[in-house]
């Protein structure tokens, strides 16, 4: 506590013209305050063990949320890229039987077309038309596919960017 004249301030007050009295009053109000804020300032007061200690919970709880956000992001990245796998391995089966498909599909109608070339012109047009039909069904569903990919790539990195922002959200909050 910083020093304070009493007598030299009640000197003053009498000076400036109150009484004796009124100087005292005046001194033992200012002392009874700065006695309650004192009072109140150091129940206010947290000891440096405390401190400490609650720095470290605060350190072990970041430490733990951490690795926890570590082992989701891992986990998370697996599963993205078993799914990943699984939808390259689906897209490769439906391209291989749509190519047997196509090929089967060719294959009659060359057979059909030396059999009976004739009356396979009118039909060969219309095979052409359901092949270009396939085919523009079988690419919008290629892109389809692609979109829903990408789709879903998006949303990785959205989560991806969410959690990595709410983890350094979390640290530079702590």
């Known amino acids: 506590m910083p020093y304070f004249d009493a007598e030299r301030f009640a000197r003053l007050l009498e000076s400036e013209g109150f009484s004796a009295g009124q100087a005292r009053a005046v001194i033992n109000a200012l002392d009874d305050v700065v006695d309650e804020s004192t009072t109140i300032v150091t129940t206010d007061?947290?000891?440096k063990a405390d401190q400490e200690q609650t720095i470290k919970q605060y350190k072990d709880d970041f430490s733990r949320l951490k690795a926890e956000i570590q082992q989701m992001e891992r986990r998370d990245v697996d599963?993205?890229?078993t799914a990943n796998e699984r939808l390259k391995s689906e897209i490769e089966k439906l391209r291989k039987s749509l190519q047997e498909e196509i090929t089967r599909s060719q294959a009659g109608v060359r057979l059909d077309l030396n059999l009976e070339k004739?009356?396979?012109r009118d039909e060969t047009i219309e095979q052409h038309e359901k092949l270009?039909?396939?085919?523009?069904?079988i690419e919008s569903e290629i892109q389809a596919l692609r979109k829903q990919m990408e789709g879903?790539?998006?949303q990785i990195l959205q989560y991806m960017i969410g959690t990595i922002t709410a983890a350094g959200t979390?640290?530079?909050?702590k």
């Open 79 to 81: 599963e993205v890229k």
């Open 118 to 120: 004739g009356r396979i």
């Open 45 to 47: 007061l947290v000891s």
């Open 152 to 154: 879903i790539k998006l």
């Open 132 to 137: 270009r039909k396939t085919d523009d069904k």
């Open 170 to 173: 979390l640290v530079l909050g």
